[in-house]
């Protein structure tokens, strides 16, 4: 269409500029005023021709603008729901660690609405003890030495309550490569924490029993392996420590009382019986017999399925010799 007006504009101007310059010698009045309206309605018509394109153009431009608006828009809008719906506790960090926005879930970890946590600086809702390593990490980002991170760290609620949290923080830089914010999100794992806590403290008292108890403690595999002794059994046994570990116990037993608790420590695997205990012969690494207690208990795991087998084995030969003095002096004094 462009092409075809400028075509009919520059037709008409040519031809009048020439009609201009020569004249009309052979043509009447008449015919000289119907030449120009002619001309005149094709000079008009390219102008109205370029005009309505122009109009034509505008529409299309405005619907691309629109569009782009509008697409800006439900992006916008994608993200506000993201970022107030998360699960997890999302916050928006300025350059001098100032909270720039936060959402619903951060707000309940720390006890605290969202307009007190705008402003606020981070620092205020960090442990103490992880400050030092908070503020390092906070430093290497703004120089652009990391771009995110995550870690476990202590937080701090309104009410002064200590909170673990596992926290992911990314840098969002702007056109120029240079850092705008920081994103951090948040994970409660307190809970995890103090039960992770309490298994420790729970190993530590078995790890303390295990190795003061003053009889021996072997930690057994339902195949009778074992997996793991403490010191008093190679001071039971006489054996050391590593030649007791991955052995079968039943080799402490003499020939003829190995196969006397077979049937009772079967229906233990089976589960038929949770523990039995008894006395039999046995004999240390350099030959020198001793009678033994044996006690012995099956730990299942969450299913009820065998896991491990504790033994304990405690030397009893001096208990037993007294036992016969006592009966012998009674039966003299008969």
């Not at 075809?4 to 310059?21: C, D, E, H, Q, S």
Request: hydrophobic fraction near 40%; charge should be positive.
């Amino acid at each position: 269409m462009y092409t075809f007006a400028y075509f009919t504009i520059a037709l008409a101007i040519l031809f009048i500029l020439f009609a201009g310059w020569i004249g009309f010698p052979a043509a009447s009045p008449l015919t000289e005023i119907w030449l120009l309206r002619g001309l005149t309605l094709a000079l008009c018509t390219g102008v109205l021709l370029m005009a309505s394109r122009r109009r034509l153009g505008h529409p299309r431009r405005e619907r691309a603008a629109a569009q782009a608006e509008l697409s800006i828009y439900d992006s916008e809008a994608r993200f506000r729901a993201i970022f107030n719906d998360a699960a997890v506790g999302v916050g928006i960090m300025g350059l001098d660690r100032r909270i720039i926005d936060a959402n619903s879930a951060m707000c309940r970890m720390f006890g605290r609405t969202r307009q007190e946590l705008i402003g606020m600086n981070a620092v205020e809702g960090t442990y103490r003890g992880d400050l030092a390593e908070s503020t390092q990490m906070f430093a290497e980002m703004i120089s652009g030495q990391r771009r995110s991170y995550e870690v476990d760290r202590r937080y701090v609620r309104k009410n002064g309550e200590v909170f673990w949290a596992h926290i992911t923080i990314s840098v969002v830089s702007g056109p120029d490569g240079k850092p705008r914010y920081l994103v951090g999100m948040l994970i409660d794992i307190d809970e995890q924490k103090k039960m992770q806590e309490r298994i420790l403290e729970s190993e530590a008292r078995f790890r303390a029993m295990f190795d003061q108890a003053p009889m021996g403690i072997f930690l057994m595999s339902p195949d009778r392996r074992v997996l793991q002794v403490n010191w008093a059994a190679e001071r039971v046994t006489g054996y050391p420590i590593p030649e007791l570990t991955g052995a079968q116990p039943s080799f402490l037993s003499y020939p003829e009382d190995r196969e006397r608790d077979q049937e009772l420590f079967n229906q233990l695997i089976q589960g038929e019986r949770d523990q039995y205990q008894l006395e039999k012969r046995c004999s240390r690494k350099d030959g020198a017999p001793f009678w033994g207690r044996l006690t012995y208990t099956n730990v299942r795991d969450k299913n009820g399925v065998p896991e491990y087998i504790i033994e304990l084995i405690e030397d009893i030969s001096e208990q037993r010799r007294n036992k016969r003095l006592n009966i012998a002096g009674r039966s003299s004094k008969v």
